[in-house]
């Protein structure tokens, strides 16, 4: 298994800001995934972050809008850019310990509120 | 491509009835299923997974679910529901690779007294 960690847990920002989510891994992990889940909704997938490479984003949601980072095998970072109330979401990192169950581990998320 | 459908959006039970939650997949591929619970404010828990070694998975907490490849179902059964199962439940269907992960719209279980 894996204990993922992602600061800040909860946040309220003002319209038009951006904030930093921070997701930290345990162990190196070759792929970890970004996920939204807004009020009431399951979960979408957003970007799959590996290291060393660009971020993979999936269809609706564009780099300008949701840039990440991964600098190394244990940490990643996901920005909301330019916010609006549409955004208030959970935001969820999870990561692929690459064995062969191909399960993947949930970090306690991110709940943004827009104003 | 993938897709999951979770029959009911909300499932009522009473506290130590039997709990069925329900679950129909479509793959292009032979796929893992996955069952996570997440409760209030908390994050998504593992509840039990099907990487084809058997069609029957037990997991934690009493759960288990089989998988039917014939009717394209994975369904979630536990013999006696507690107070503490209450929460939302997704299924999730992923290729063998595990890079397409897709979540169903998630079942929120009640259990009363």
């Known amino acids: 298994s894996a204990v993922i960690s992602q600061k800040p847990s909860r946040d309220i920002c003002q319209r038009g800001t951006s904030l930093t989510i921070q997701c930290q891994v345990d162990s190196q992990v070759t792929m970890m995934f970004w996920y939204r889940q807004q009020p009431g909704q399951s979960l979408t997938l957003i970007a799959t972050a590996n290291q060393g490479s660009e971020a993979t984003y999936e269809s609706g949601f564009v780099i300008d809008k949701f840039p990440i980072s991964r600098p190394n095998l244990t940490f990643s970072t996901l920005t909301v850019s330019n916010m609006s109330p549409e955004d208030s979401s959970i935001y969820l990192c999870?990561?692929?310990?690459?064995?062969?169950?191909?399960?993947?581990?949930f970090g306690p998320g991110t709940r943004l509120t827009v104003l | 491509a993938q897709s999951v459908t979770q029959l009911d959006s909300h499932v009522s039970v009473s506290e130590g009835t039997p709990v069925l939650l329900r679950c129909n997949y479509s793959?292009?591929?032979?796929?893992?299923l996955f069952w996570y619970v997440q409760h209030p404010n908390k994050g998504l828990q593992l509840l039990l997974k099907?990487?084809?070694?058997?069609?029957l998975v037990k997991g934690i907490n009493g759960f288990e679910a089989e998988f039917k490849k014939s009717e394209t179902s994975f369904h979630l059964t536990k013999p006696s529901a507690h107070m503490s199962d209450a929460a939302e439940y997704f299924c999730v269907v992923s290729d063998m690779r595990g890079q397409n992960f897709v979540f169903g719209p998630g079942t929120r279980l009640s259990v009363l007294p």
């Open positions: 793959s292009s591929y032979s796929p893992s």
């Open positions: 099907y990487t084809s070694a058997a069609t």
């Open positions: 999870s990561v692929d310990i690459g064995n062969s169950y191909n399960e993947q581990f």
